[in-house]
């Protein structure tokens, strides 16, 4: 099978898994684990087939962004993937569990860009200047990989494990954020589950922000006014298991609350 047909034949796979919430085997077996290019055009196979159904991109999000996670899967970068606005939910929004096949649940921090982000390299200054507001975030994470037995190069393949995300409703301008020391909470039925702040995001999320900014430019998608961007997560995630709400709230942004429907 030629390289190109493999790509799609894996995207399709993955794809169908999403559809049918039937997870299948790791593809690290037919991508080799440093082949990160391949990886990547499995994901935008999928997300190029999306967007020829009418789905809309709304912004992107960085995944990997814990050190301890990299070095559990020997890599040094975080990856990426696409956010689409059929995968987005309002605070306290119904979100369909039996849609979903093995979820977890990360509280963030989602920028909003009012600016196009085009430079090849980009600093902290070119972020603040570009970013409207910040809100609190929980993402839905959710392999297509059984028992979530994933590397590198399947959770890439694989969209970056995204699935969902919910976003707060209080926007708030980074001059009057400590990004690096805001701690966050994430609970349910009011037993905390996970906690932590923003520096266990790449150090402050801000970093993990430029890294996407450069790596969009470097393949010709730069981010643009209007995207979002969940930074990654802010402590461990805690699997989904049942019906309920899960808050997170992180100092300065309010709170979120993820509501999962049986």
């Known amino acids: 099978m030629s390289r190109s047909s493999l ?15 039937q997870p299948v085997a790791p593809v690290r ?42 070095r559990q899967l020997g890599v040094d970068q975080p990856d990426f993937g696409a956010l689409f606005a059929s995968m987005a939910y309002g605070d306290g929004d119904a979100i369909p569990l039996p849609r979903l096949i093995q979820p977890k649940v990360e509280a963030e921090v989602a920028l909003v860009l009012e600016r196009d982000l085009v430079r090849e390299k980009h600093t902290y200054v070119d972020l603040l200047s570009a970013t409207a507001y910040a809100l ?12 979530w037995d ?11 494990s995204s699935a969902a ?10 001059r009057e954020l ?16 996970s906690q932590g702040n923003g520096a266990a995001c790449l150090g402050n999320p801000l970093n993990a922000a ?36 899960f808050v997170a709230s992180i100092d300065g942004l309010g709170s979120v609350r993820a509501a999962f429907s049986g």
């Open 150 to 160: 994933i590397r590198f190069v399947d959770t890439v393949a694989d969209n970056a």
């Open 136 to 147: 609190a975030a929980i993402e839905v994470v959710d392999s297509r990989i059984v028992d």
């Open 178 to 193: 400590d990004l690096a020391r805001c701690a966050m909470s994430l609970s349910r039925d009011g037993e905390v589950l």
């Open 165 to 174: 995300f919910v976003l707060g409703s209080r926007p708030v301008p980074l």
């Open 29 to 70: 077996g037919e991508i080799a684990p440093d082949d990160v290019g391949m990886a990547y055009a499995v994901q935008m196979a999928n997300v190029d087939a999306r967007v020829s159904r009418g789905e809309r991109i709304v912004g992107r999000k960085i995944g990997l962004t814990s050190l301890a996670v990299q």
């Open 7 to 21: 790509v799609h034949d894996i995207a399709r796979r993955l794809s169908l898994a999403e559809r049918t919430v």
């Open 210 to 245: 430029v890294w996407l900014a450069d790596r969009m430019v470097a393949l010709g998608t730069p981010l643009r006014a209007g995207d979002v961007v969940l930074t990654g997560a802010l402590g461990p995630m805690v699997a989904v298991r049942e019906a309920g709400v």
